[in-house]
């Protein structure tokens, strides 16, 4: 079975400054993708990013972007010039090619230091 | 666009009673799913329906029955709640096509407390 860990409980970030949190995962297959979640204090989950295991280049969203280590099953998230209303759990998520199941990671929660 | 929309947002039960909690997505998606989130657990698949008439089991299905009712509803029952269901239930759909890193688009969630 898959498995995705997010080793960091609880991390914090200076207002402005980048923040990088860390995602692994455990698969035998080589298509998949992956996808990194953000649910504020209202509880709604949202996407933040989401990499093709194919792609070799890393996706980016705005202030968003991801380290995709394919070989050693590593997935980060960078948020560079981090905001307040980044404050929130952040969830690494894993699914298989063809699969219609998403599996969670225990998620990190961040906060913003003003 | 609604989306993903579940009720209630908040319930108590006591021990041993029963609820159903509705889901409904107004986006043609083909497929639906049931997580519960606890505190350290993340999110964890309680059931899934691929389509309309299909459900399967996810990580946690114990003391939970779903029904796919049509393409729209997605229901999920605790038929004797425990204490052990206290948690945030969340829906969630998604089209699956044969490619493409499809997203799942997440109801607002459920506060089930059990006493």
């Known amino acids: 079975a898959q498995t995705v860990t997010q080793s960091q409980p609880e991390m914090s970030v200076q207002e402005a400054e980048t923040v990088t949190l860390s995602c692994t995962y455990d698969?035998?297959?080589?298509?998949?993708?992956l996808f990194w979640y953000k649910q504020p204090p209202s509880r709604q989950m949202i996407l933040v990013i989401r990499?093709?295991?194919?792609?070799?280049q890393n996706a980016t969203e705005n202030r968003f972007s991801v380290n995709f280590q394919k070989a050693a099953k590593s997935f980060s998230l960078k948020i560079s010039d981090s905001q307040l209303g980044d404050a929130a759990m952040y969830f690494c998520?894993?699914?298989?090619?063809?699969?219609?199941?998403?599996?969670f990671g225990t998620g990190t929660r961040l906060t913003i230091i003003p | 666009n609604a989306g993903v929309t579940q009720t209630p947002k908040f319930q108590v039960l006591k021990t041993g009673q029963s609820m159903t909690l509705q889901c409904a997505q107004d986006?043609?998606?083909?497929?639906m799913y049931w997580y519960r989130q606890d505190p350290g657990m993340g999110l964890r698949l309680i059931y899934y329906?691929?389509?309309?008439?299909?459900?399967d089991k996810g990580e946690v299905p114990n003391g939970y029955n779903v029904s796919r009712l049509n393409k729209r509803e997605f229901s999920l029952r605790l038929e004797s709640a425990a204490p052990s269901q206290t948690s945030v239930y969340f829906c969630?759909?998604?089209?699956?096509?044969?490619?493409?890193?499809?997203?799942?688009?997440f109801g607002a969630g459920s506060r089930l407390t059990v006493l």
């Open positions: 986006m043609n998606h083909n497929s």
């Open positions: 969630a759909s998604m089209q699956v096509w044969s490619s493409g890193a499809n997203v799942l688009t």
């Open positions: 990499q093709e295991a194919y792609k070799q």
């Open positions: 698969t035998s297959e080589s298509d998949y993708y």
């Open positions: 998520a894993y699914r298989t090619f063809g699969n219609e199941k998403l599996t």
């Open positions: 329906s691929a389509s309309e008439g299909t459900t």
